[in-house]
């Protein structure tokens, strides 16, 4: 074959989505929410099919931890990621929905404790740094993984489930007696940016009692009515009241985002949770990987742009662009 580049091979591989990495590095400094620990966090750009890797840098030797759900360890406030070897690292899941979310494949992100820095409770602050940053398209191709059977979760009257579907889709219902939070159910198409302008500022919350109950046992330190949506009864006790009215729901869309995202490449599924938490959708991440005849690999062509969830956010990147999206 001498036609080179107009050879229907090469032409079909020319037309695929690129993965994508950080143009430079970016850093977050803040407190654990557990520990209350100043916690700082480094993104470097990293290479092709490096995938998402955290390293624990207060370590020596510094400790490699893969962003993948077979390192993920039960817990059942926080996504715990664990070396195999008792090394972890809590809270990975707002950092790792901001990746997904920006359309990061390729990053490593050094933390120098234990937990990741919960800064406002929310994946906001890490988006709009990876914005500011930059997003760099690199020259591997990015695979995707396809759901191709129903696979399901229960734990009670709590379920998660992945169907196949052309793009990722999630749809969540929570229920809570609390009045401020009640019954909320959100379904959303994740395809280009809706992470950006439905999800990324939408904060963790809690109850003023669990707020007390997690304090008498060492953890919610860090937490603040700032970096946490705290509600008691029908009361919303963080100043400022909420940012969305379903606020709660859609930080849960976010968590899940964010878990989901361990599965190492983007999801081409339909997510549904019904009261689900992060052990749930890890479990359903495992469930699906047991099957083999459940999903499997696709190359991302170009049909699929647009409908993977970093699609398009590359133009928000554009400073006048950035400033648009902010003022929304
Ligand atoms: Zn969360």
């Keep these: ?22 143009k430079d590095k970016v850093t977050f400094q803040g407190v654990g929410l557990h520990s209350g620990a100043p ?4 993104m470097h750009p990293a290479r092709p099919d490096h995938g998402i890797v955290f390293r624990r840098i207060d370590l020596t030797p510094a400790v490699d931890i893969p962003a993948l759900w077979d390192h993920v360890t039960p817990s059942k406030l926080c996504t715990l990621l664990d070396n195999g070897h008792g090394v972890t690292l809590s809270t990975v899941e707002h950092v790792m929905a901001a990746l997904a979310g920006t359309g990061i494949h390729n990053a490593l992100i050094t933390v120098d404790g234990p937990e990741i820095p919960i800064l406002d409770g ?4 890490f988006v709009d740094a990876i914005l500011d940053t930059g997003i760099a398209r690199q020259t591997a191709p990015l695979r995707a993984i396809r759901v191709l059977r129903t696979v399901e979760v229960r734990e009670g009257d709590a379920f998660a489930r992945l169907s196949p579907a052309d793009h990722l889709e999630i749809d969540f219902e929570i229920d809570f007696t609390d009045a401020a939070i009640g019954h909320q159910e959100k379904c959303l198409d ?24 997690m304090r008498r046992n ?15 009864g029908g009361r919303v006790l963080s100043p400022g009241g909420l940012r969305h009215a379903d606020e709660a729901v859609r930080h849960k869309m ?3 985002t964010g878990d989901l995202a361990l599965a190492g490449a983007p999801l081409l599924a339909r997510y549904t949770g019904h009261r689900a938490g992060h052990a749930m959708t890890n479990r359903l991440l495992r469930a699906l990987f047991a099957d083999p005849t459940a999903w499997m690999w696709e190359r991302c062509t170009p049909e699929l742009e647009g409908r993977l969830p970093g ?13 648009a999206f902010a003022a929304e």
Excluded: H, K, W
Aim: charged fraction near 20%; charge should be negative.
């Design 190 to 213: 994740m395809a280009n940016g809706a992470f950006l302008r439905e999800l990324a500022d939408s904060r963790t919350f809690c109850r003023a009692s669990d707020v007390e109950a």
């Design 1 to 22: 074959m001498t036609e080179g580049a107009t050879s229907p091979r090469d032409e079909s591989e020319g037309r695929q989505i690129m993965q994508a990495t950080l």
């Design 122 to 125: 929310s994946a906001a602050p």
């Design 254 to 256: 976010l968590d899940a």
């Design 311 to 323: 699609a398009g956010v590359a133009d928000y990147a554009r400073p006048d662009l950035a400033a």
């Design 218 to 232: 060492g953890l919610a330190l860090g937490g603040t009515y700032l970096n946490a949506v705290v509600v008691d």
């Design 39 to 42: 916690a700082c966090l480094v």
